[in-house]
Nanobody, 124 residues
Framework: QVQLVESGGGLVQAGASLSLSCVVSGLSFRHYSVAWFRQIPGKEREFVAAVSRSGGSPNYADSAMGRFTVSRDNTKNTVYLQMNSLKLEDTAVYFC?????????????????WGRGTQGTVSS
């Protein structure tokens, strides 16, 4: 059974940081591209960042560029999202996802597996 379990969400003030983790089990992690998406109630799920199977070639949404860092540790089956300089508009539920194909990393429907999400809330 494939499982993706996110952790690290919480409540922080604007300008602070959050470190998210996602542990993946039930699949050959090193063969999968992984990504982070986020969603606000009433809105579509939005791409945040993705990392290739080897850990190289990170891909970021414009909103995340320069503030967020995505990485992975294939020895721990874990993908990370370091979020710095957080803004009020970063408040969302953050999901990790995985897929075999290295293409279309920003497209949510291309992903086969999803976690349940972790809430990140930024206050003023």
């Amino acid at each position: 059974q494939v499982q993706l379990v996110e952790s690290g969400g919480g409540l922080v003030q604007a300008g602070a940081s959050l470190s998210l983790s996602c542990v993946v089990s039930g699949l050959s992690f090193r063969h999968y591209s992984v990504a982070w998406f986020r969603q606000i109630p009433g809105k579509e799920r939005e791409f945040v960042a993705a990392v290739s199977r080897s850990g190289g070639s990170p891909n970021y949404a414009d909103s995340a560029m320069g503030r967020f860092t995505v990485s992975r540790d294939n020895t721990k089956n874990t993908v990370y999202l370091q979020m710095n300089s957080l803004k009020l508009e970063d408040t969302a539920v953050y999901f990790c996802s995985a897929k075999l194909s290295p293409n279309n990393v920003q497209v949510s429907t291309a992903y086969n597996y999803w976690g349940r999400g972790t809430q990140g809330t930024v206050s003023s």
